[in-house]
């Protein structure tokens, strides 16, 4: 039995694949900041990625690490999340950990990365520099319930009719549902094929931050919302005002306005000789992502 310690594990995306991992025999330690609260399945443990001694223990006798931690409610986002990367691989590897899962963004590399996107590469690298494989999943818009892309997304279609919205709006994305993401999370983990390998994930359909809202409005409401594309909206102005018409923070907001003007699709599908199966369109991700919050 593989012992798996799942980081975030009440998270987003962890509060998912830890059932999941259960589900196939796995022993999994959720770890968290307070544990006492926790009241998932698997075992918790008390752990902070910004406190190294935590990580020994929480560490201990662990197979596989899966790292789903990110900071980018924060201003100073890139220094805490290297720092916290660096302290986990070395933790990782003083355990004797021989895997870490790590669930990045997709996006070419090149210089004109934003800085949220050039945060992930960073702590691809960082995870991995003591010695432990990384299989590093790389996704663009995650879609379910709870999630901060989704949740934008969500309250923009359903408190605004019509909508002026800037040039970065045509870019393409290939947006995930959660459900997929936590496939593909759990389909590599201890998978010796896996290790040291980047992987890009993504759904069935590659569509402009437009056609998404436009999508989701069909779903939610039954019309296509009208949107106008306008070139004076800076990201600046962007996250201002997408944290007045929804509860996306200021900073939040920013950091994820400055990586909607890079286009991120898949183009390498060899995820999907390792854990087969085929995603859920667009659609169908914001109609799981509905019932869920229903």
């Known amino acids: 039995m593989t012992t798996v310690l799942v980081t975030g594990a009440t998270g987003f995306v962890g509060r998912r694949l830890v059932p999941e991992l ?8 959720a770890m968290t900041r307070r544990p006492d609260a926790y009241d998932g399945p698997g075992e918790a443990v008390a752990g902070d990625v910004h406190d ?23 201003d100073d986002f890139e220094r805490k999340d290297a720092e916290a990367a660096t302290a986990f691989g070395r933790a990782a590897a003083g ?9 990045g963004g997709l996006g070419a590399d090149g210089d004109d990365l934003s800085a949220h996107l050039r945060s992930r ?49 045509a870019t393409r994305t290939q ?35 437009v056609e998404m809202l436009q999508q989701a409005s069909q779903v939610m409401n039954g019309r296509t919302a009208k949107v106008v594309q306008v070139p004076v909206l800076t990201p600046k102005l962007s996250s201002y005002w997408i ?7 200021v900073t939040t907001g920013r950091n994820l306005i400055d990586s909607m003007g890079t286009e991120v699709i898949v183009t390498d599908d060899a995820i999907r000789e390792l854990v087969p199966g085929e995603p859920l369109t667009y659609t169908q991700a914001v109609e799981a992502a509905i019932r869920e919050s229903a």
């Not at 223990?57 to 899966?66: E, F, H, T």
């Not at 355990?95 to 669930?103: D, E, K, P, S």
Request: proline share 5%; glycine share 10%.
């Open 52 to 74: 190294p001694a935590s990580l020994e223990r929480a560490l201990a006798g662990v197979d596989v690490a899966v790292y789903l931690v990110h900071s980018l409610d924060d």
């Open 243 to 249: 944290s007045f018409v929804t509860n996306v923070d």
């Open 121 to 169: 590469r960073e702590v691809e690298r960082l995870l991995g520099e003591a010695g432990v494989p990384v299989t590093v999943l790389r996704a663009a818009i995650v879609v379910g319930a709870g999630g901060i892309s989704w949740e934008m997304t969500r309250q923009l279609v359903k408190n605004l009719p019509a909508m002026v919205v800037p040039r970065w709006a």
């Open 22 to 29: 259960v589900e196939r025999g796995h022993a999994v330690r």
């Open 175 to 209: 947006p995930i549902a959660i459900s997929d993401v936590v496939r593909y999370l759990a389909g590599v983990v201890d998978v010796p094929e896996a290790l040291g390998r980047v992987y890009e994930i993504g759904g069935a359909d590659r569509l402009s931050y």
């Open 95 to 103: 355990a004797g950990v021989r895997q870490i899962v790590y669930l």
